[in-house]
């Protein structure tokens, strides 16, 4: 297994309704190896999206973290400076949305919106920011990146705001991607081909991607390792083929008899 880049470490979540506490994420522990895929599945309402957004302490305010350590490149996000956990949020982690829509704001181009990320997080001059918005679009697939950069989000496909989503994810050349859901409104060809994407730029660009979904036979596809989540808890995490060929808890099991291989 390679270097681990991050940990998660009996990480708990609480939050408080009325006089009652209800337990969001019970001690989860989680590794993930540079340069890998991890899937992180389960049932809706298990606390997939809950983890991936502790990760980045981007919880909503009536989520408390109780518990735990969230150890990236060996520091711990829990315990550093607002400040500098700004700079780890969308430079070295980046975070990719199920519905592109609501992540990209209606009233700007998709160019503009990258550039917005670069001109946060780089030195790049005007024109060498326009360069890379069009060879981040290229990159990611988009055969005409300059019409694409220049329309709003609502005038792209499901497919192609997706892949401008990811092209605003990777620009500045973030260590690890949390993709929350990230083709589950596209059609299965659709599907299939960001995987891909997703495949490619692991490889090129030596991307660690923590992978959020309920779709087990996505994960069983691309993904490296998986951790599967029931109610708050990881029941079994491991290498995708052991879990997929041997699974050891009923609920991975139940999983798994909904997908055809
Ligand atoms: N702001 C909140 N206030 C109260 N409860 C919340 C809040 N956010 C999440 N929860 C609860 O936490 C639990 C886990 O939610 P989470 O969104 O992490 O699940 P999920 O696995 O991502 O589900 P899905 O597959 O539907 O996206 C759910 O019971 C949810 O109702
Ligand atoms: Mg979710």
Not at 91 to 118: C, D, H, R, W
Not at 148 to 156: D, E
């Amino acid at each position: 297994m390679n270097e681990t880049l991050l940990t998660i470490k009996d990480l708990s979540v609480t939050v408080h309704d009325g006089s009652e506490k209800k337990i969001l994420l019970n001690r989860i522990c989680l590794d993930v190896p540079s340069l890998s895929i991890v899937g992180l599945v389960g049932g809706s309402g298990s606390g997939k999206t809950t983890t991936g957004l502790a990760v980045l302490k981007l919880l909503s305010p009536a989520l408390k973290i109780d518990d735990g350590e969230i150890i990236f490149q060996n520091e711990n996000l829990l315990k550093i400076a607002l400040s500098k956990l700004q700079q780890i949020r969308g430079k070295a982690i980046s975070m990719i949305f199920q519905e592109p829509l609501q992540a990209f704001n209606p009233v700007f181009t998709i160019g503009y919106q990258i550039e917005e990320v670069l001109v946060m997080h780089t030195t790049l001059n005007t024109k060498q920011r326009k360069e890379k918005i069009l060879s981040l679009l290229d990159k990611v697939g988009i055969k005409d990146p300059k019409r694409v950069a220049g329309n709003y989000p609502h005038q792209l496909s499901g497919g192609m705001r997706q892949r401008a989503m990811i092209a605003q994810a990777i620009a500045v050349d973030p260590r690890l991607i949390i993709a929350d859901e990230p083709t589950s409104n596209l059609d299965v060809t659709l599907q299939a081909r960001i995987m891909e994407l997703f495949l490619q730029l692991r490889d090129e660009l030596k991307l660690t991607l923590l992978l959020i979904t309920h779709d087990l036979g996505m994960v069983s596809h691309i993904s490296d390792r998986v951790a599967v989540m029931n109610q708050g808890q990881i029941v079994e995490q491991g290498i995708t083929k052991e879990v997929i060929e041997n699974p050891q808890q009923e609920y991975t099991k139940k999983l798994l008899g909904n997908i055809k291989f």
